[in-house]
């Protein structure tokens, strides 16, 4: 039959995504698809705050903005944390105070309080994302990590179609519910972590040309004018897609949709990313990463600006699949990007200032799209949305120039890894069997 070879090609496709990757990234996989099933502070903060305790758009970006500013400092201090304490003592500390701090933040009532509990899962939060993409960087080999990336923002997405459509019924009934779920599944990953995930840091023995740990400091990050390129214009990407879960609820709220809508509106954006992520993936991988970032970037940026022209849930939608095909392609090309700029020992630090980009961007964008709709309108936000698109389009554009082709490098092996082989060889116990094969750097 015609459509048998079509299957089998897509098994075979799907085969060759999937293999080759080691256990332990299948773990911190599972985390990451745990945490985003839980989802939900993120998402329906704005309705929370604007439908259900009655602020104005302007307060809910203001609590937004403290979220972002927690998120801001954890960045930093996460990605320290990261290269000094280790990936996996950093994630438990992390998502032990995310799942804290969420469940509180459904008992509290005064703005004050409210304010001050949304900053501290905002730090909470983000201190775990250095930890994860340096832990990545570590198990897994330079030319698998476009895919593994992909796989995990698949995860990410997974978790988030299922959960923005949940969370949406669920905000209908209780908004306190929804906060205590997340709570629960971010304790779930904690624990995961602490069964499953061995610390992957490398060795400090190894002999490498990167930076020793105690050689990178911020301030070399900082002086690193071509990553600190890279960072500025990830925040302007960043900028934009903020605005799918603060601009576009609040403009759909005064529009007179329900929470349930925005919901299946924005779960657009999950399943495109679900059912487009692997194929996408196999077309880019190995893609010039100069027009995939300059392409998606004007994808963002004009995908929100149509939004302007949307009346309806299904037009809305339509907007989503456009902004939603420039993260399939950002996110991965993004990412492959900081690692190879970051050196093998200071990873932490420099995935910690990429980190940043996008909590400054969860700072700036709930006042900038709160203060943009109360005093002009939602049309003027998405016509700014897509200025900013092309500004980091042509700013890619001109960065990409000026970054080298990857070149391969001596393999490494995380720490705790190479005390293991060399104790026992079979011995894994409930963590998972050792790769046999040494983990490259950057």
């Known amino acids: 039959m015609p459509s048998m070879p079509y299957a089998l090609r897509a098994r075979r496709a799907v085969r060759e995504t999937v293999s080759g990757l080691p256990r332990e990234f299948w773990w911190l996989w599972t985390s990451t698809l745990v945490n985003r099933l839980g989802a939900f502070v993120a998402t329906f903060m704005a309705l929370y705050l604007t439908l259900d305790r009655g602020y104005s758009a302007t307060y809910a970006g203001l609590v937004a903005a403290l979220h972002g500013l927690g998120g801001v400092i954890s960045s930093l201090g996460g990605g320290v944390m990261t290269d000094r304490l280790g990936r996996r003592p950093t994630l438990l500390i992390a998502q032990a105070s995310t799942a804290v701090s969420v469940a509180l933040l459904g008992f509290v009532h005064h703005p004050v309080a409210i304010a001050g509990v949304a900053f501290l899962v905002g730090m909470a939060s983000n201190a775990s994302r250095p930890a994860v993409q340096a832990m990545m960087a570590d198990i897994v080999r330079p030319e698998d990590r476009i895919r593994a990336f992909s796989l995990n923002y698949w995860a990410i997405n997974l978790g988030f179609a299922v959960s923005s459509v949940a969370a949406g019924f669920i905000a209908e009934v209780s908004y306190r519910a929804g906060f205590l779920i997340e709570a629960g599944m971010t304790m779930a990953c904690a624990i995961l972590v602490f069964l499953r995930l061995p610390e992957s840091k490398p060795a400090e023995t190894v002999k490498t040309d990167a930076l020793?740990?105690?050689?990178?400091?911020?301030?070399?990050?900082?002086?690193?004018?071509?990553?600190?390129?890279?960072?500025?214009?990830?925040?302007?990407?960043?900028?934009?897609?903020?605005?799918?879960?603060?601009?576009?609820?609040?403009?759909?709220?005064?529009?007179?949709?329900?929470?349930?809508?925005?919901?299946?509106?924005?779960?657009?954006?999950?399943?495109?990313?679900?059912?487009?992520?692997?194929p996408v993936t196999r077309f880019i991988e190995h893609r010039d990463s100069r027009r995939l970032l300059v392409i998606s970037s004007l994808l963002a940026g004009?995908?929100?600006?149509?939004?302007?022209?949307?009346?309806?849930?299904?037009?809305?939608?339509?907007?989503?699949?456009?902004?939603?095909?420039?993260?399939?392609?950002?996110?991965?090309?993004?990412?492959?990007?900081?690692?190879?700029?970051?050196?093998?020992?200071?990873?932490?630090?420099?995935?910690?200032?990429?980190?940043?980009?996008?909590?400054?961007?969860?700072?700036?964008?709930?006042?900038?799209?709160?203060?943009?709709?109360?005093?002009?309108?939602?049309?003027?936000?998405?016509?700014?949305?897509?200025?900013?698109?092309?500004?980091?389009?042509?700013?890619?554009?001109a960065l990409m120039r000026r970054v080298p082709e990857e070149k391969p490098t001596e393999p490494t092996e995380p720490a705790e890894w190479t005390e293991r082989t060399e104790s026992a060889e079979p011995a894994a116990g409930a963590l998972g069997q050792v790769p046999e094969r040494s983990v490259s750097g950057p």
């Open 212 to 278: 020793s740990d105690s050689s990178v400091s911020l301030g070399t990050v900082l002086r690193d004018g071509r990553f600190m390129c890279v960072v500025g214009l990830s925040f302007l990407v960043a900028l934009i897609f903020q605005q799918g879960s603060i601009g576009l609820p609040v403009a759909m709220g005064e529009a007179g949709f329900t929470p349930a809508e925005y919901g299946m509106a924005i779960a657009v954006n999950g399943v495109l990313i679900v059912v487009l992520q692997i």
């Open 302 to 397: 004009y995908g929100f600006g149509l939004t302007a022209f949307a009346g309806s849930v299904g037009v809305i939608a339509l907007t989503v699949c456009v902004w939603t095909l420039a993260e399939i392609v950002n996110a991965p090309t993004q990412t492959g990007l900081v690692v190879r700029l970051s050196p093998l020992h200071g990873r932490g630090r420099y995935q910690g200032m990429y980190t940043m980009s996008w909590s400054v961007a969860a700072l700036v964008a709930p006042l900038m799209s709160g203060f943009v709709i109360d005093r002009f309108g939602a049309e003027w936000l998405w016509g700014l949305c897509a200025v900013v698109g092309t500004v980091a389009g042509l700013g890619y554009g």
